[in-house]
T-cell receptor, first 118, second 110 residues
Framework: GAVVSQHPSWVICKSGTSVKIECRSLDFQATTMFWYRQFPKQSLMLMATSNEGSKATYEQGVEKDKFLINHASLTLSTLTVTSAHPEDSSFYIC??????????????FGPGTRLTVT | EDKVVQSPLSLVVHEGDTVTLNCSYEVTNFRSLLWYKQEKKAPTFLFMLTSSGIEKKSGRLSSILDKKELSSILNITATQTGDSAIYLCAVDAGNTPLVFGKGTRLSVIA
């Protein structure tokens, strides 16, 4: 099946700093990637849809200036949490839409990045 | 608005029990229904269902889709403590993000 990686797996940063999370599709090209946020014991919350070469589409209530998304190539999307605050601490998961017919479904998830802001 | 509803929200069973998790959906352009298992990290894929009435099976897990009832069930037989996880149901409605249910938290106790 298709593989999606995320880096870093875990990051701790100080309040006010910015953090960049990378999402890569390792063995397929993904024209669309998705960024999710997950709070403890809750389901995934879609933050934005990232399309290669164009601006991301943000879900209602997600601050686009705070969560900067760049989909620079068909295999890489980045999420930058700017001026992070403790309330931004969360588990961030990316997924990539695999080409039609890929075994295992249409959307593959990265392993997630746990962000802790102190 | 597309939506996916899972039940129960939480379930505690003993090892060896059989469990059935439910997922119902309302979407305008159904393509497939997917089940995921999530432990400590991101969800891992279990099944993708597109056709009604055809059971997909993987070891002790099985799932089936009922397009008439707009629902799916995930069965786990002879549960083990390693089955403890959140099970997520999602629907693919075309060129849009997957629509997720809130998940069922399964706890299997020895």
């Amino acid at each position: 099946g298709a593989v999606v990686s995320q880096h870093p797996s875990w990051v701790i940063c100080k309040s006010g700093t910015s953090v960049k999370i990378e999402c890569r599709s390792l063995d397929f090209q993904a024209t669309t990637m998705f960024w999710y946020r997950q709070f403890p014991k809750q389901s995934l919350m879609l933050m934005a849809t990232s399309n290669e070469g164009s601006k991301a589409t943000y879900e209602q209530g997600v601050e686009k200036d705070k969560f900067l998304i760049n989909h620079a190539s068909l295999t890489l999307s980045t999420l930058t949490v700017t001026s992070a605050h403790p309330e931004d601490s969360s588990f961030y998961i990316c997924s990539a839409r695999a080409p039609s017919g890929t075994v295992g479904g249409e959307q593959y998830f990265g392993p997630g990045t746990r962000l802790t802001v102190t | 608005e597309d939506k996916v509803v899972q039940s129960p929200l939480s379930l505690v069973v003993h090892e060896g029990d059989t469990v059935t998790l439910n997922c119902s959906y309302e979407v305008t352009n159904f393509r497939s229904l997917l089940w995921y298992k999530q432990e400590k990290k991101a969800p891992t894929f279990l099944f993708m269902l597109t056709s009604s009435g055809i059971e997909k099976k993987s070891g002790r897990l099985s799932s089936i889709l009922d397009k008439k009832e707009l629902s799916s069930i995930l069965n786990i037989t002879a549960t083990q403590t390693g089955d403890s996880a959140i099970y997520l149901c999602a629907v693919d409605a075309g060129n849009t993000p997957l629509v997720f249910g809130k998940g069922t938290r399964l706890s299997v106790i020895a």
